[in-house]
């Protein structure tokens, strides 16, 4: 089975600085991932996904992510971070089963941003 | 379009009783997924559906959980009878065919007293 590991439940980083949460994955198989992020009160909006083909993929609000198969990682990434960026993101792998894609998530990671 | 819709936002009930919890999908989505949000499991997934029939729900705790789908643009879940350690944030997701995201409601908060 599938499983995902986010290993920092805490991350604290200074606005403008740079932004790395780390994302380990278990599947047998080319794993579909993608990253989540969760404001308070709030649902889970996607951040972005990979596939297949490049690696390093782009997302919404300045985010990146590279999939890395020798490490099996998806770790995000944000060059310089923003206060409003504070929330809980969330790691997760897919695996389609009928054409609907059956996500198991991480535990996440709570970013805090200090002004 | 609205997204996905859920209902109530926040519910606070008596163990015992029985909680109906209400998800609307984004229209022309084939999949809805149910999941279950607490500190001490994380996300869970409890059930999901597949043009309105259940798939898998390997998920749902036990049988005090149901949930159905009777058209595509609504789904229940239902707790009965209700404890407090069904305490937790229960979303909704729909997703459309193919390798697409699950586009997620605001969660309902339940609370078991």
């Known amino acids: 089975a599938q499983s995902v590991t986010q290993p920092d439940i805490h991350i604290t980083v200074s606005e403008g600085a740079s932004l790395e949460l780390r994302c380990n994955y278990s599947?047998?198989?080319?794993?579909?991932l993608f990253w989540y992020v969760q404001s308070p009160g709030q649902g889970l909006q996607l951040l972005l996904k990979?596939?297949?083909?490049?690696?390093l993929v782009q997302g919404i609000k300045g985010f990146e992510a590279e999939f890395k198969r020798s490490q099996s990682s998806f770790n995000l990434r944000k060059p310089s971070v923003h206060w409003s960026d504070a929330a809980e993101y969330f790691c997760?792998?897919?695996?389609?089963?009928?054409?609907?894609?059956?996500?198991?998530f991480g535990t996440g990671t709570q970013l805090k941003v200090e002004l | 379009d609205a997204g996905v819709i859920q209902s109530p936002r926040h519910e606070v009930t008596e163990m015992g009783q029985e909680v109906t919890l209400r998800c609307k999908p984004i229209?022309?989505?084939?999949?809805l997924f149910w999941y279950r949000q607490t500190m001490m499991r994380g996300l869970e997934l409890l059930i999901y559906?597949?043009?309105?029939?259940?798939?898998?729900d390997s998920g749902m705790p036990e049988d005090r959980f149901s949930a159905k789908m009777p058209n595509a643009s609504f789904s229940t879940l239902k707790i009965q009878p209700s404890e407090p350690r069904d305490s937790a944030v229960y979303f909704c997701?729909?997703?459309?065919?193919?390798?697409?995201?699950?586009?997620f409601g605001p969660g309902t908060r339940l609370t078991v007293t």
């Open positions: 997760a792998v897919g695996v389609f089963t009928g054409g609907g894609n059956k996500l198991t």
């Open positions: 599947y047998g198989a080319t794993p579909y």
């Open positions: 990979y596939f297949s083909g490049d690696t």
């Open positions: 229209s022309g989505h084939d999949y």
């Open positions: 559906f597949n043009n309105n029939v259940p798939i898998d």
């Open positions: 997701a729909s997703q459309g065919l193919g390798a697409g995201e699950q586009y």
